[in-house]
């Protein structure tokens, strides 16, 4: 776990601590109650949420909570057209010569 997300999510949170923190940080609701329960009950009754399978599927639902999407997926996508190779975006630059596929080398 990156020493980042331990800052700021605990694993000696309990799980309902850590998956209020998700939501709150993700700006986002739970759908319903049993969506928030479920999501806590990814810990299956663990005292703390320090299992990282937990975590992460705790982590996907809330990233899979319709408002989150509709706010973020269109600029996740648009992030990742720009790092398209060929983009021809004045920020993204390539570093590494790419092979001259016209000399038939490469065929």
Do not use: C
Request: zero cysteines; a neutral charge.
């Amino acid at each position: 776990m990156r020493p980042e997300f331990v800052g700021l999510y605990p694993t000696t949170d309990t799980p309902t601590q850590y998956v209020d923190k998700l939501y709150l940080h993700a700006n986002v609701a739970p759908v319903t109650v049993q969506d928030r329960l479920d999501t806590i009950s990814e810990f299956g009754g663990a005292p703390t949420a320090a299992d990282e399978g937990a975590r992460a599927r705790a982590l996907l639902r809330v990233t899979q909570n319709p408002a989150f999407q509709t706010r973020e997926l269109p600029w996740l996508r648009a992030d990742a057209i720009l790092r398209l190779p060929g983009a021809g975006t004045p920020t993204v630059r390539r570093t590494i010569a790419l092979p001259d596929t016209t000399s038939g080398w490469a065929s």
